[in-house]
């Protein structure tokens, strides 16, 4: 069983950054991939960035690419820098990994941008 807790969303102005933190706890010696979701109002989940466990990185989309870094400083915890917010990505930030072909989910953190 694993549980993770994301942290670092906020209210931030357009071009203000902000870095996500997700800490999973548990059996975490499988991890596979962490990732990172989100919801904005009125719309499904998207996927936004994967770190796997060999380290390699993707993202959603260049935009995401050009302004977002996921990384991992460990086994457990993975990050989301987010710089050059823009309104867009106000959404509810979920941190997702992935342990022996079972997916887990954090309860989200919001994330809005407005000025």
């Known amino acids: 069983q694993v549980q993770l807790v994301e942290s670092g969303g906020g209210l931030v102005q357009p071009g203000g950054s902000l870095r996500l933190s997700c800490v999973a706890v548990g059996s975490i010696f499988s991890i596979e991939a962490m990732a990172w979701y989100r919801r904005a109002p009125g719309k499904k989940r998207e996927w936004v960035a994967v770190i796997t466990r060999g380290g390699s990185t993707r993202y959603a989309d260049y935009s995401v690419k050009a302004r977002f870094s996921i990384t991992r400083d460990n086994q457990n915890t993975v990050y989301l820098q987010m710089n050059n917010l823009k309104p867009e990505d106000t959404a509810v930030y979920y941190c997702?990994?992935?342990?022996?072909?079972?997916?887990?989910w954090g309860k989200g953190t919001l994330v809005t941008v407005s000025s």
């Open positions: 997702n990994v992935l342990v022996r072909g079972v997916e887990y």
